[in-house]
């Protein structure tokens, strides 16, 4: 470890004792019991964990819980451990035969920890503000929400839009008479934990909520600190934390009084392609558009099939991973005809096919003169992202593509990324993703999600299907179609914009006698997924 290093963990070890110190709670490394909250002595029921990221706002109407259960506040409906859909502060709901509007009821026992009791016209004013910041949270498709009673909400939609349940599985609610400027750092909602302190770029608090209508939970206190990967494992190792997300790389740290837990996730890594050609064409910020290289459908269908996804999880992530094949595996949305197999032979094939020949003994095929050698950057100081380029192009280098890996700023990734390839990184627990990244209106756009000029009208009418369509159910097999319908669609078997590779483990040290309960299925990112189930943690020994 160099000093750096050496210098951040200090510091991160001498923050979390002195945030310790500051909220009156016992080093949880220490033989004593943490601080009782409530409960008979020597019970544990006290948590601390580290994260690498911390949230931008507690406001959901702003992002806070997107894509995951936001914990302060309750939703309308949640998501179990299979990722299907339950009543939450709904108690069920009715659409119109035209899909256009959905009347929610509501339960009658749920309250803010204000004391004041949540009613349907705090969900419509919610949803309207949702709305209205514009933000993470697309509701563009919502005309109105509207308030028919104390009980009954009224949600009424410009167009059919099954993705409705899946955005307000994640939104929660906000109370109307208490929300203001200050509200996403000072919360209150009617959720599993109430909100206590916000120490930027230190630590959030928060505690149980004792009138939880689900129940108070077991797990008093908890308290989120922010630390590098390094400082993290440092905190585990001194006894500090409860609750550590790690890396890949350090996740065969064995530490006395821990356990790791390889957590699920569909947060994958591969290569966006750029599919058309270099004809001189910019975006409207200037960035270059196209590749020769990658344009060519064999050339990015040859990298796909040439790939041992097995191997480069071992390698790259330590064993922490397993292959990926689409931007969403293991979804109920995902459909498993995008899986394909390692076949070397077939990728050299698909090269000789269409021309490609290694005319001067270099070990890079070319055609008509041109090299099958192209750029692919990843964000610099991502070792994840670097080790698993480096080591799929050396797996590729053996079919006769060169594929230089370069660490670079996100700036810079942002001006090169629909001109050359990028490692980059996806996995949602909703289906939106797959329409933002696949639609053709949304190529080429100063954003993350369709760099590669993707279109495709096929596809398009897929997407607009399951946009559209009524039930999760027919939602669900047109996302499949999108991926393939048996001659074409975004997998690598098909127009393969995107050649994944592998999807990662969250790696997570655990205090042994911590219950972390069943987690589900982690999108993309560290931190907020571990949390969504808090309210089923609990100290077993």
């Known amino acids: 470890m160099n000093t ?3 210098m951040t963990v200090l510091l991160a070890l001498v923050m979390v004792l002195s945030l310790v110190a500051c909220t009156g709670e016992k080093a949880p490394g220490n033989t004593e019991a943490p601080q009782q909250s409530n409960s008979a002595a020597g019970v544990k ?5 580290a994260i690498g990221s911390e949230p931008e706002t507690l406001d959901p109407t702003k992002g806070w819980g997107h894509g995951n259960a936001p914990i302060v506040q309750s939703t309308l409906v949640k998501y179990n451990s299979e990722l299907n859909f339950e009543n939450d502060l709904a108690t069920g709901y009715e659409l119109s035969d035209d899909g256009l509007v959905w009347t929610f009821t509501l339960r009658d026992d749920a309250y803010f920890t204000d004391g004041e009791k949540l009613t349907a016209a705090d969900v419509a004013f919610t949803l309207e503000t949702a709305k209205a910041a514009q933000g993470s949270v697309d509701l563009t498709y919502m005309e109105s929400a509207v308030a028919k009673d104390d009980s009954t909400v009224v949600v009424t939609l410009s167009k059919p839009t099954s993705i409705l349940l899946n955005t307000l599985a994640s939104v929660g609610i906000v109370p109307e008479h208490a929300y203001g400027e200050d509200y996403g750092i ?6 599993p934990y109430k909100f206590v302190e916000w120490r930027a770029q230190e630590q959030i608090v928060f505690t149980a909520n004792e009138n939880y209508y689900g129940g108070e939970p077991a797990i008093k206190k908890v308290t989120i600190v922010f630390m590098s990967e390094d400082a993290a ?12 997300y790690s890396t890949a790389t350090l996740g065969s740290t064995a530490v006395e009084g821990y356990h790791v837990e390889a957590l699920t996730s569909a947060d994958n890594r591969g290569f966006t392609l750029p599919v058309l050609p270099d004809e001189g064409k910019t975006t409207e910020s200037g960035a270059p558009i196209g590749n020769d290289v990658t344009s060519k459908l064999e050339i990015r269908q040859a990298i796909a099939y040439a790939i041992d996804r097995q191997q480069v999880a071992e390698v790259a992530l330590n064993g922490f991973g397993r292959p990926a094949y689409s931007e969403n595996d293991g979804m109920p949305w995902n459909n498993p005809e995008v899986v394909i197999e390692t076949d070397v032979d077939y990728a050299k094939k698909l090269l000789a096919d269409a021309g490609w020949v290694d005319t001067d003994g270099d070990g890079i ?4 003169g041109l090299k099958a050698e192209f750029n692919c950057v990843y964000p610099s100081g991502d070792s994840v992202r670097q ?25 810079d990734i942002m001006k090169r990324m629909f001109s050359e390839a990028v490692m980059m990184g996806w996995g949602s627990a909703i289906p939106n993703e797959t329409y933002y990244l696949y639609r053709s209106e949304g190529a080429l756009l100063d954003d993350f999600y369709n760099p590669e000029g993707y279109m495709n009208e096929t596809t ?6 399951a946009m559209e369509a009524l039930t ?4 669900n097999k047109n996302w499949q179609l999108v991926q393939w319908d048996g001659s074409t669609g975004t997998a690598m078997k098909g127009e393969c914009p995107w050649v994944w590779i592998v999807n990662l483990d969250h790696v997570t040290f655990v205090r042994d006698g911590l219950s972390i309960g069943e987690q589900s299925i982690h999108p993309h990112g560290h931190g907020v997924p571990l949390i969504q189930n808090l309210q089923e943690w609990e100290w077993t020994e």
């Open 186 to 191: 000072d919360p209150i909602g009617s959720g």
């Open 233 to 244: 494992l440092a905190a585990v190792q001194s006894g500090q934390v409860d609750v550590a």
């Open 387 to 411: 080790a698993v380029a480096m080591a799929t192009a050396e797996q590729v280098l053996a079919v006769g593509i060169k594929i230089n890996v370069e660490g670079t700023s996100w700036d």
């Open 4 to 6: 750096k290093k050496v």
């Open 460 to 465: 398009d009418a897929y997407l607009a299907a």
């Open 472 to 475: 999760p159910e027919e939602a």
């Open 45 to 49: 029921d006290s948590v601390v964990i």
């Open 365 to 368: 095929v070319e055609k008509d």
